[in-house]
């Protein structure tokens, strides 16, 4: 008995240290996430700031700021309140003009989760995004981004509960200390990020724009594009003077720039997508700022990912013509590891695999109208 009570004890005391672990991850101090932040200084008053995974714990976003004559315009607010503050320290270091206009790229929750901050730390702030962005945006509950989160919790606390029963995980392995540490650290991570995406306030876009708009301050032009990227309806930005395209999700590579995009969109509008990037590609560019990554500095990762986009709808097209129908069918007619291998030679193609069996049936999806089969 004694026994048990003890391991019992032990067990509440150690996964309060394991909670405070976490906590403390989530609840990170301002000065904490602006020493965590990545800023590159692409020259003329531009800035990127890199907000790494370990900080945003959904993703890792790219936030430009462009500081002009007597103003400041910023591309994407963050994916969390902190990281939004810690860009804002970053540019009242910089400068102490104010951000006048901040430009949401798309709906996804990482691009404009900052919104409340920017807009409550600069007055009379106009915040832009397309018509069809903002559409998406009021539409969206706070709770329809962390739902996937929610359901996928409520699926792995069955199973840890199981395997703390059974001693096993669903796989038959034992359950040792440290797995059930780490399950048990990540359901709490979950569950603090879930609650503060609960508690965000949610800003929505005050200027709106269908196709294009462009805008000055003082000699700079922005000039903005609404084009088809992982979201439908994404804004680009582009300054003619400087060369310089912004583009959010509508490029991405991962985190440390080796590889090939981590990941497609929610729709199946994969042509689309890749004629926004061959559009891009006719513009005259001397850096390229991802939504993730580090800044490009040439156009070598923007034409592989043609490449890429373009010889995976060409095979897929060219299954369903030689009458090939199921799904797994059409996947496995694609290969494009060639071009996989040529983003980062030598690396492991699995999640790249992964990532192309995704794009085949988002281009099947879209060569059919939509009526995939399985089989
Ligand atoms: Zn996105």
């Not at 004890?9 to 609840?27: F, Q, S």
């Not at 320290?89 to 901040?102: D, N």
Request: aromatic share 8%.
């Amino acid at each position: 008995m004694a026994w048990k009570t003890t391991r019992r004890l032990m067990a509440a005391l150690y996964l309060a240290a394991a909670r405070h672990a976490v906590a403390d991850a989530i609840e990170t101090s301002v000065p904490r996430a602006q020493a965590m932040l990545i800023k590159e200084d692409l020259g003329d008053g531009i800035f990127v700031f890199r907000a790494p995974e370990a900080l945003d714990v959904w993703t890792s976003t790219n936030t430009v700021v462009v500081i002009n004559d007597e103003d400041v315009v910023v591309f994407d607010s963050c994916t969390r309140a902190v990281t939004a503050k810690a860009v804002i320290a970053e540019i009242r270091k910089l400068t102490p003009k104010p951000v006048r206009a901040l430009i949401n790229s798309h709906w996804h929750q990482d691009h404009w989760s900052g919104n409340d901050e920017f807009a409550k730390a600069f007055p009379g702030l106009r915040i832009i995004s397309s018509e069809q962005t903002r559409d998406y945006m009021k539409r969206m509950a706070p709770r329809f981004f962390v739902r996937g989160l929610e359901i996928q919790d409520q699926k792995d606390r069955e199973e840890l509960a199981a395997a703390i029963k059974t001693g096993k995980l669903a796989d038959g392995k034992p359950l040792t200390p440290e797995i059930r540490k780490s399950k048990e650290e990540d359901l709490a991570l979950r569950d603090a990020f879930v609650a503060e995406v609960l508690a965000l306030p949610r800003v929505l876009p005050n200027v709106v724009y269908r196709d294009e708009m462009s805008f000055w301050s003082g000699q700079r032009e922005f000039r903005l594009m609404s084009v088809t990227g992982d979201a439908t309806g994404s804004t680009v930005l582009y300054l003619p003077g400087q060369k310089v395209l912004v583009t959010g999700d509508v490029l991405v590579s991962p985190e440390d720039g080796n590889g090939p995009p981590p990941w497609t969109t929610n729709s199946y509008s994969v042509t689309p997508w890749l004629e926004t990037l061959q559009r891009l590609n006719a513009l005259d560019l001397a850096a390229i700022v991802p939504g993730q990554g580090p800044t490009m500095k040439d156009k070598a990762y923007l034409r592989r990912t043609i490449e890429l986009f373009a010889a995976v709808i060409d095979q897929v097209h060219a299954a369903l013509e030689r009458g090939v129908i199921g799904l797994e069918q059409v996947q496995a007619a694609v290969n494009v590891d060639q071009i996989g291998r040529a983003y980062a030679p030598g690396a492991s193609l699995d999640g790249f695999h992964q990532w192309v069996a995704t794009f085949s049936k988002k281009a099947m999806q879209e060569s059919l109208d939509g009526a995939v089969r399985d089989k």
